[in-house]
């Protein structure tokens, strides 16, 4: 009994795995694992890529992730790290991941998004940590879930079994001086990826 039991389970988690759709790029292939991809605006008006932008002026260190203005401007490249590793490191809906800017560095340190609480907004920033998913890097890890034909970025990890984080999808917000920042919003940014 105990071993039809394990069985179950075992294939219940399998079921569940292999049934998350692949998250699909701009030419219709799966994300994976390795190569460097643009996020870019699903429609047209909303910016362009994503980038590091210094939250003030003149700032170089540290450095927060925005979009360019200019709707043609692919941002910079990015990569992907899953939290629990596949076979081919296809990237599938839902899963935990890490995005991690291929060219740029934050203080020395890699640019890995995070989620961080600024004047009482959660802005993404890139000072996050790179792997080890659990309760230290819970802010560091974040999901692409399909959302109207195309997909939305969002902040709701399950890298720890005991933690209850405030989720929230990844929107922009367009400040006075023109800077489109990313930030958990109630907008989602729609969002697709194309291979860089």
């Not at 692949?22 to 909303?46: C, E």
Request: proline share 7%.
């Amino acid at each position: 009994m105990k071993i039809h039991f394990f069985t179950f389970i075992i294939l219940s988690i399998f079921s569940l795995s292999s049934c998350q759709s692949p998250v699909l790029d701009t030419d219709r292939m799966p994300l994976v694992t390795g190569p460097s991809y643009y996020i870019i605006p699903a429609t047209s008006g909303r910016g362009g890529g994503v980038k590091l932008s210094p939250t003030t002026l003149n700032q170089t260190c540290p450095l927060d992730v925005a979009q360019e203005n200019n709707e043609q401007r692919n941002g910079l490249p990015i990569n992907f790290l899953l939290a629990i590793p596949n076979r081919g490191g296809v990237i599938r809906s839902s899963s935990d991941l890490n995005i991690k800017f291929t060219s740029g560095t934050t203080c020395g340190k890699p640019a890995v998004w995070r989620i961080e609480d600024v004047n009482g907004q959660r802005v993404v920033s890139s000072r996050g940590v790179l792997g080890n998913p659990g309760r230290e890097t819970i802010s560091s890890w974040f999901k692409i879930v399909e959302y109207d034909s195309d997909y939305k970025i969002v902040f709701c990890p399950g890298v720890c079994n005991t933690c209850r984080p405030a989720c929230g999808d990844v929107g922009s917000t367009i400040a006075k001086n023109g800077r489109r920042s990313l930030l958990l919003s109630n907008e989602p940014l729609k969002v697709k990826f194309k291979k860089a």
